[in-house]
């Protein structure tokens, strides 16, 4: 059956295999983007998710470049994704490891911002492309003006920064309304669509569209 990330992750980082794993689902989505070049299919670029322990390995980068030869994949195809747990390193750790990304032409996004770790301080030291904004910011945003006002500051400061920023979680149209008025540039949640396979993401690929219920309704 189904084992979720929960239930899993943090044996894989006590025993030391959590670099073995992403390394593994970076070289399967590799093994995708090169299938979909092949096929002619319109650019997709896909986030993946590297645990705090595999970016401090000091060969990352090297790895990473060997597999993406090996598939003949652009870089800029790829979105490291990290989360905000990051910010418990050391400021000048944070600073190599978003240089070493960076030169290699990966997009960088952060994870979960506002949920618990996170330092204002460190979007000034990793150079991050997108901001990914908390569920728990967004859950009560309809009703709670306060919630509000803390994504607009956000949602203002990325675009400064020129950060581009996807809130989370979004499950109703009068969030997705109300974020569209706030000014973020995209959103992901149930509202749009639920986890799925690659085969099914793919005929969504091919044009179809999500419209609001009819009023009324």
Known sequence: GVIYP???????????????????????????????????????????NFSRLTLLESD???SLGVL??????PSSWIEIEITE???????ETIAQISRRIKREGFQISLDDFGSKYTSISMLTVMKFDVLK???????????????QT???CVIDMCRRMKIRIIAEGVETWQQHTLLKQLGCDDAQGYLYSYPVCVKAFEQRMRGT??????QGR
Request: proline letters at 4%.
């Open 209 to 214: 569209k999500i419209t609001p219920p009819e």
């Open 133 to 147: 904004l908390d569920r728990s910011l967004v859950s009560d945003l309809v009703s709670n003006p306060d919630n």
């Open 6 to 48: 929960s239930d899993f992750i943090q044996l894989f980082e006590k025993t030391d295999h959590i670099c073995e794993l992403d390394l593994y689902v970076f070289e399967e989505v590799c093994k995708l983007l090169a299938r979909w070049k092949a096929e002619g299919r319109e650019k997709c670029v896909i986030s993946v």
């Open 150 to 152: 803390v994504v607009q």
């Open 68 to 73: 993406l030869r090996q598939y003949g994949v």
């Open 85 to 91: 747990t990051v910010g418990e390193m050391e400021r």
């Open 60 to 62: 990352l980068t090297e």
